[in-house]
């Protein structure tokens, strides 16, 4: 199985692409999460990576492009958490047989509340929310809040998601492999919806 799963800024897509994966067998790729990885060494292209994400904008393309594909190799099942995220970067995939398109949708007021409260565990990579998905409190103290959950960058966030994210969605829905999914409430009743649309 090979899906996608897209949706703004703390639509929760990290949270429900973990439990696919752990319930289908398919491999998590997090363009975010291994960006941020890269960026955390520090090196020329770490600092370069950093200076994008840290104001809320997309990396270049064809960076985005070469982590995905690499991460995926020759793999059959996996989940795309947060890629394409332009349709540039849907077309450089075209090549890709994916089964289904999972949009979460949700209104950006509450995904705004979302990602206030969110914090994420540098050593598991997990995202959590301190009213909405509790972390254990013995993990509590090394939890971080993401740079660009602050207000200013998640508003730049918003805007590229508007102008470069949101007509993927159209794009996959004219290809008839969108799955648009109610993402309001919490996040077991969200998963349970999916689950339902993906094994349809
Ligand atoms: P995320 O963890 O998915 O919210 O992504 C965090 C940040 O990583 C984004 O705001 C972008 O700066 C960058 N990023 C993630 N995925 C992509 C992508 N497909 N194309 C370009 N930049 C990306």
Redesign the pocket.
């Known amino acids: 199985m090979k899906l996608i799963i897209l949706g703004p800024?703390g639509s929760g897509?990290?949270t429900v692409s973990e439990r696919l994966a752990k319930d289908f067998h398919l491999f998590h790729v997090?363009?975010?999460?291994l960006?941020?990885k890269e960026a955390k060494k520090n090196t020329a292209l770490g600092k370069k990576i950093s200076s994008?994400?840290d104001k809320?904008?997309?990396?270049p393309?064809q960076m985005?492009i070469d982590i995905?594909k690499k991460a995926i190799d020759k793999k059959q099942n996996f989940i795309f958490?947060?890629?394409?995220?332009?349709v540039d970067?849907a077309k450089l995939i075209q090549d890709v047989d994916i089964d289904a398109v999972i949009y979460l949708d949700v209104p950006e007021k509450d995904v705004v509340k979302r990602l206030s409260g969110r914090l994420l565990d540098p050593v598991t990579r997990k995202t959590y929310h301190l009213q909405y998905l509790p972390p254990p409190k013995n993990i509590m103290k090394r939890l971080i809040q993401r740079k660009?959950d602050t207000p200013k960058v998640i508003k730049e966030?918003f805007k590229?998601y508007h102008q470069e994210t949101e007509p993927v969605i159209k794009y996959y829905q004219k290809k008839g492999v969108l799955k648009k999914i109610d993402g309001r409430g919490d996040p077991a009743a969200v998963y349970a919806r999916v689950k339902k649309a993906v094994t349809l």
């Open positions: 800024p897509k990290g997090s363009v975010g999460d960006l941020r994008y994400i809320g904008d997309l990396v393309h985005a995905a958490d947060g890629f394409p995220r332009s970067q660009d966030r590229v």
